[in-house]
């Protein structure tokens, strides 16, 4: 588990976009759509491409990760393209 911080949430709070140590990971939210923000701290395993838990410094949020890059162009451009900008 790495902690990471969120740098983009799309507009329908359901697409967020991480940065941790490892790059940028994009998580689909399973229902708490609208629940994170961006420079919220989280945890979780980001590198993992399945569906995950994050933790959040009060709760947790169920997740599918779509994929970590190197820089956050493409997880921006995939959850404004999915989630709306």
Known sequence: MATGQVVFVSRNGGMIVVQHGDGF???ELL???GAISVGDILTANW????GETIHGQT???DAFF??????PRIPVEMAM???GG
């Open 25 to 27: 990971t994009l998580a």
């Open 31 to 33: 229902g708490d759509e």
């Open 47 to 50: 590198t993992e491409v399945a």
């Open 59 to 61: 709760q947790q949020f």
């Open 66 to 71: 779509e994929g970590s890059w190197g820089n």
């Open 81 to 83: 393209r999915i989630g």
